[in-house]
């Protein structure tokens, strides 16, 4: 018995190893599988993660084509509104806006890339706060800009024609140089004209304004005469008026060029077109009752004056602008074509009508040319001339008898008063310098911003 004691020793003791041995095998086994869970667990949390900046970097993205389409309109409006701030303010020198110059970058696009970026961004300048009316001075019929886009400007204007003439005729024959024998007509006509007008106009997008125009007339004719085939010794006065509304006229405007690069101008194109609302010289009726003398056709003057010219007309034309310190020089080109009448018929002889068949007044061409200079902050002065050649008047498809070409030429000054940032006063003067032109012309024009 006590032999075997050392034998039952060692198997007790191998066996102990083997159940050692298992227990470790087992427990190693255990922590495996516990590291495989776990780094499972954390491709998991890293896919998890991926998927969320993903979808972070889609958003800004998003909100950095949102920013560059910001960006892209405000360097449009930054364009248009620094080509206005350089007409708008008087003594300024001009400046033209080129790609890549660094500018201040406006308060909403910084807070934008503050959020996005830890270093803003140079995009451009800020619209004005309030749009400013143009100092220089408006003389031409065309204004010198275009409305910003939304921004509605009312206008009320008055303007004052005056134009005389003069006309001899002689009829008799010559004994001796300077006698003359027989009848004198010595005719005098002078030409009072008041329009006044209320002109609209609206900014349909940066670069494109409306404009509606009604105009209300009232004329003065005085003619002072000494008829022939009369013999008389005494002066004759003829007297007529008339008053009402005038045609209608609507535009559109367009900004072609902008002026960008230097030493180029800012380009306008504008359509214009007029309507024959207003009583024409066919609807008034002509003088040949109170003036008619003998076998004389009388004076064939209206007895009612018209306020309306009786054509349809179509009037294209090109606006130039050309900043250059401490002037802008402006100009521009039209053409005017006025629509045919078919079977027109004007009022004679006390209410009996005179059939004239189809008329088609001559078409018009125009330049005119200027320029404007800041006096101060807030008034401006303006200098120009423009000049209209008038074609000849067709009547059955043949040019009518002593109808000519006739040139219109008229030397225009204007000043200009900005009376706040929403209101301004305009006032010009013209003087006529060919003989069929008025001898003056004054207009006054206050627009309103809104």
């Known amino acids: 018995m006590e032999t075997n004691r050392p034998l039952k020793a060692l198997v007790l003791l191998a066996y102990s190893s083997m159940a050692w041995t298992g227990a470790v095998a087992q427990s190693q086994g255990t922590t495996a599988a516990r590291n495989t869970q776990t780094t499972a667990k954390r491709v998991e949390a890293l896919q998890k993660q991926l998927a969320d900046q993903g979808r972070e970097i889609e958003a800004l993205r998003?909100?950095?084509?949102?920013?560059?389409?910001?960006?892209?309109?405000?360097?449009?409006?930054?364009?248009?509104?620094?080509?206005?701030?350089?007409?708008?303010a008087p003594g300024s020198k001009p400046q033209v806006i080129t790609p890549g110059t660094p500018t201040r970058i406006p308060t909403e696009t910084a807070q934008s890339a503050e959020?996005?970026?830890t270093?803003?961004?140079?995009?451009?300048?800020a619209p004005a706060a309030e749009v400013e009316a143009p100092p220089v001075a408006q003389i031409f019929s065309e204004p010198s800009i275009l409305t910003p886009k939304g921004t509605f400007v009312l206008e009320p204007s008055l303007q004052y024609i005056y134009s005389s003439s003069n006309r001899v005729a002689l009829v008799g024959y010559t004994v001796i140089p300077a006698i003359l024998i027989g009848l004198v007509d010595v005719r005098e006509f002078k030409n009072n004209t008041f329009i006044s007008a209320l002109t609209?106009?609206?900014?349909?997008?940066?670069?494109?304004?409306?404009?509606?125009?009604?105009?209300?007339?009232?004329r003065s004719d005085n003619m002072i005469s000494r008829e022939i085939f009369t013999g008389s010794a005494f002066d004759n006065v003829f007297n007529t008026h008339g008053k009402g509304i005038g045609d209608v006229e609507a535009a559109i405007r367009y900004q072609i060029a902008d002026g960008r690069d230097n030493n180029k101008p800012y380009v306008v194109g504008a359509l214009r077109f007029k309507a024959r609302n207003g009583?024409?010289?066919?609807?008034?009726p002509v003088d040949c009752v109170t003036r008619c003398v003998g076998n004389?056709?009388?004076t064939a003057l209206p007895l009612e004056l018209p306020v309306g010219s009786g054509f349809y007309s179509l009037q294209p034309s090109l606006t130039f602008l050309l900043p250059s310190d401490p002037a802008v020089f402006f100009g521009g080109l039209s053409y005017t074509y006025n629509f045919a009448r078919n079977d027109v018929s004007r009022t004679v002889l006390n209410g009996q009508t005179e059939f004239l068949g189809d008329v088609k007044p001559g078409d018009v061409f125009g330049m005119n040319l200027g320029m404007g200079l800041a006096i101060n902050e807030r008034s401006s002065f303006s200098l120009g001339m423009e000049l209209y050649s008038v074609g000849r008047t067709k009547q059955n498809d043949q040019y009518v008898i002593g109808s000519v070409r006739t040139q219109l030429a008229s030397l225009l000054l204007g000043y200009s008063y900005r009376y706040s940032d929403k209101t301004l006063?305009?006032?010009?003067?013209?003087?006529?310098?060919?003989?069929?032109?008025?001898?003056?012309?004054?207009?006054?024009?206050v627009p309103f911003t809104f």
């Not at 909100?63 to 206005?84: G, H, P």
């Open 115 to 117: 959020d996005t970026s």
């Open 62 to 88: 998003k909100q950095a084509s949102e920013q560059e389409a910001r960006f892209r309109e405000l360097q449009d409006r930054m364009v248009t509104q620094e080509a206005r701030e350089t007409l708008l």
């Open 296 to 298: 004389a056709t009388g």
């Open 119 to 125: 270093t803003p961004v140079r995009v451009g300048v």
């Open 279 to 284: 009583k024409d010289p066919f609807e008034v």
């Open 425 to 445: 006063l305009n006032v010009s003067v013209g003087a006529g310098l060919t003989r069929d032109t008025p001898d003056l012309q004054l207009t006054v024009r």
């Open 200 to 218: 609209t106009r609206w900014g349909a997008t940066n670069r494109m304004e409306l404009e509606l125009k009604v105009p209300y007339v009232n």
